[in-house]
């Protein structure tokens, strides 16, 4: 079975090119435009790996990263985000997050390789 990944951003644009490229990749994908959606949707199914944007309404990112380490050890959290500040790099990865790319992005054969070592994760 195809490893499941959850794609947690409130850009539609992006959560469509995500879903795409992952797909065409051999995985399966769901998606939240939230956070809130984002732990409805991890409590309902199991996933392999979470996509997170740090920057979103209601919970964002960093949140979202703190629930799930208490709530689905289980999941990668991989943050893929628009901000370059090294602080919120590393606090993401304080809060959790196997790894963290940079919107948008450049090479998708290097975002899949990501993606492939969360899933090995």
């Not at 409130?10 to 879903?19: A, K, M, S, Y």
């Not at 051999?26 to 732990?39: K, P």
């Not at 979202?64 to 919120?88: I, Y």
Request: charged share 25%; hydrophobic share 45%; proline share 4%.
């Amino acid at each position: 079975m195809a490893p499941r990944i959850l794609i947690v951003d409130d850009e539609q644009i992006v959560v469509f090119t995500l879903e795409r490229m992952l797909t065409r990749a051999g995985y399966q994908t769901e998606s939240a435009l939230s956070g809130r959606e984002a732990e409805e949707r991890l409590k309902e199914a199991r996933f392999d790996v979470a996509i997170v944007d740090l920057f979103m309404p209601d919970i964002n990112g960093f949140q979202l990263l703190e629930w799930m380490q208490a709530n689905t050890p289980d999941v990668v959290p991989m943050v893929l985000s628009g901000t370059s500040s090294v602080l919120d790099a590393l606090k993401a990865v304080e809060k959790g997050a196997f790894d963290f790319v940079s919107k948008p992005i450049e090479n998708q054969e290097d975002f899949v390789q990501h993606i492939e070592r969360a899933v090995e994760q």
